[in-house]
């Protein structure tokens, strides 16, 4: 890192068992400072997060998260410890990288060598692969956050604590959903709906401006986000001949607008990177050629995405959060709580003066959020005639055109209560026995209890999820998914005995509840079926195939799925509510 010469109000502090000696670089996310510890005088460098944590419930988050999110990989920069300011701002002591970053290595306008960007995406990919692999995505991957490691290594800032910045009460919705920095920012991210292969784009993006020497869009702002979506970057042979038409190829295919017709994961956008660079011009090509910025149809192999991601932003449809809202007080039996943290989505309406806020001040903070499992596809190979991914029915317009293509014609990722990955909890009030799940509530005088049953191991962002419910002997019971222990959030599916329905908000203790959807009446069985679809912060409700009510609402954007049962008051014994057919389709 390049020392900033300039006085902080902050130097000379202490924070935790370092004392702070000259900052180092700040953003519209905190402030980095070099620092000495107090006894044995090694170095590190320490980020205070603007960010004050100013509740229980956020201070607990900080520290499960910052427990949980220790990414340790060759190419990515430890965390050695964290904390809290005496001002409740959080921070986190880092490895101190002397040398600095790839932009003070790279100013802008400077061609990199092709061997020297090969190596650097390399280095990049892998320790995005492995953060992929946990879930996390990083939304900020630009030449500022890659330092320049003793031995020359490639080192990505410590990107697993910044997600506590994002999902603190303290920090907008909007900002969290739409993270980053404009000139390396995918059309989905723009969007507010980040995916791993946003990452892949943004990496793109630098392989483009390092062997060009130029950015692929410029402008204001606004107007480089609206060349992301829209406008195909210029050709290389424009730009810098030199370049082998295979190498283009890959960027591009990287750049493409559609995130599902870029490689299937961001390790084969660099394996095809590698190889590219590697052949002569008499080569087969590795790709199916395309023209400069089209889309690149690529072979069925590399469309690993097999439910294509719904990009628009839905509209309101007069169903807003808490628009009609009820509370209900509940006593809960809870199993145990969720354990990792969603994104949050922001609206479209707000993106742009967002963007202009955040790139205010460049920073050097990584922001993530956490997706469903990636499945790596092998890397595209020359074909007679390229195949597309079937166009499903938009669910927002045709809710239950997308519902049927979805139950009809797509394997379920999970297909039963019998899968060992669901981690379902196992007590005296929920069992398994023949593939049904039985949740059963005791009743208590002048109180409603709650009997919750998680599926602890799983965490689902998009995702649509159906089950067979049979009220044995309860007037309500449901599904609870998108459980978030960080966000204190989980949304809860509700249906009753009279036929109707609601969604509902909740705490994780389920004890306060708001309604999103309110009684819903729908034509009952003595089995129903009940499916939810969550896209973003679209949320779709049916019962038996039958498309009841959407809403949109950002209180939690991912998290565990679950069961629960009532027993009322009145109650003569347990309420027992058995769910069967369990489904799950992760969407992208």
Not at 31 to 55: M, P
Not at 58 to 65: C, Q, R, T, V, Y
Not at 526 to 551: D, R, Y
Request: charged residues 15%; proline residues 7%.
């Amino acid at each position: 890192m390049v020392e900033i010469n300039r006085d902080s109000k902050r130097v000379g502090q202490q924070v935790g068992d370092y004392r702070l000696l000259r900052l180092l670089g700040d953003g519209s996310f905190g402030e980095v400072y070099l620092a000495e510890h107090l006894r044995n005088h090694s170095q590190a460098a320490i980020k205070i997060l603007q960010a004050r944590l100013t509740r229980s419930e956020e201070l607990k988050a900080f520290i499960n998260e910052a427990r949980t999110f220790r990414l340790k990989h060759p190419h990515i920069v430890p965390l050695l410890d964290f904390g809290i300011t005496l001002n409740e701002e959080p921070y986190l002591i880092m490895e101190y990288a002397p040398r600095g970053t790839l932009r003070e290595r790279h100013p802008s306008d400077t061609q990199v060598p092709l061997p020297t960007v090969v190596s650097y995406v390399n280095q990049i990919a892998s320790a995005l692969q492995y953060a992929h692999d946990f879930y996390l995505i990083h939304r900020d991957v630009k030449p500022e956050n890659m330092l320049v490691g003793a031995n020359g290594d490639i080192l990505l800032t410590d990107f697993g604590i910044a997600a506590v910045a994002h999902n603190s009460y303290t920090l907008s919705k909007q900002q969290e959903g739409i993270g980053g920095t404009v000139s390396y920012m995918a059309p989905e991210q723009i969007e507010g709906k980040p995916r791993p292969a946003s990452d892949q784009y943004a990496l793109g993006v630098l392989a483009y401006e390092w062997l060009s020497g130029k950015k692929p869009f410029h402008g204001t702002p606004t107007e480089v986000m609206m060349q992301h979506i829209s406008a195909p970057p210029t050709s290389f042979s424009h730009l810098t001949p030199s370049i082998p038409a295979e190498v283009e190829q890959v960027i591009f295919t990287a750049l493409a607008k559609d995130p599902t017709q870029r490689f299937g994961s961001i390790q084969s956008f660099a394996t095809a990177f590698t190889q590219a660079s590697q052949l002569q011009q008499s080569s087969p090509l590795l790709l199916q050629s395309s023209p400069p910025g089209s889309s690149l149809l690529l072979s069925a192999a590399t469309m690993t995405e097999t439910i294509p991601p719904m990009l628009s932003n839905p509209a309101n449809d007069g169903l807003s959060p808490h628009s009609d809202s009820a509370t209900r007080w509940r006593r809960s039996k809870l199993s145990h709580p969720p354990l990792h943290n969603g994104p949050h989505w922001g609206k479209i309406t707000l993106l742009i003066a967002l963007v202009l806020l955040i790139i205010a001040g460049g920073t050097t903070f990584a922001a993530f959020t956490l997706y469903n499992t990636p499945k790596e596809a092998p890397i595209a190979k020359a074909t007679a005639m390229p195949v597309a991914t079937p166009t499903a029915p938009d669910v927002h317009t045709d809710p239950g055109g997308f519902y049927t293509w979805l139950t009809s014609r797509q394997p379920a990722n999970v297909q039963s209560f019998a899968n060992a990955t669901l981690g379902l909890d196992a007590s005296s009030d929920c069992t398994l026995a023949n593939e049904t799940y039985q949740v059963s509530a005791q009743p208590a005088a002048g109180s409603v209890i709650l009997t919750s049953c998680m599926a602890e191991q799983t965490n689902y962002v998009n995702f649509a999820f159906q089950v067979d419910l049979t009220m044995v002997k309860s007037e309500t019971a449901g599904l609870i998914f998108r459980s978030n222990s960080v966000l204190n959030a989980s949304y809860l599916f509700e249906v009753n005995s009279d036929n109707t329905c609601f969604l509902n908000d909740s705490n994780l203790s389920l004890d306060t509840q708001n309604a999103l959807i309110s009684q819903k009446p729908f034509s009952g069985k003595t089995t129903n079926t009940l499916t939810v679809i969550a896209q973003g912060p679209e949320i779709s409700l049916f019962v038996n195939g039958n498309f009841l009510a959407q809403v949109n609402d950002a209180t939690t954007g991912s998290g565990q799925i679950g069961f629960f049962v009532d027993a009322m008051p009145t109650d003569q014994g347990s309420a027992l509510a058995n769910f069967s057919n369990l489904k799950i389709w992760t969407l992208s």
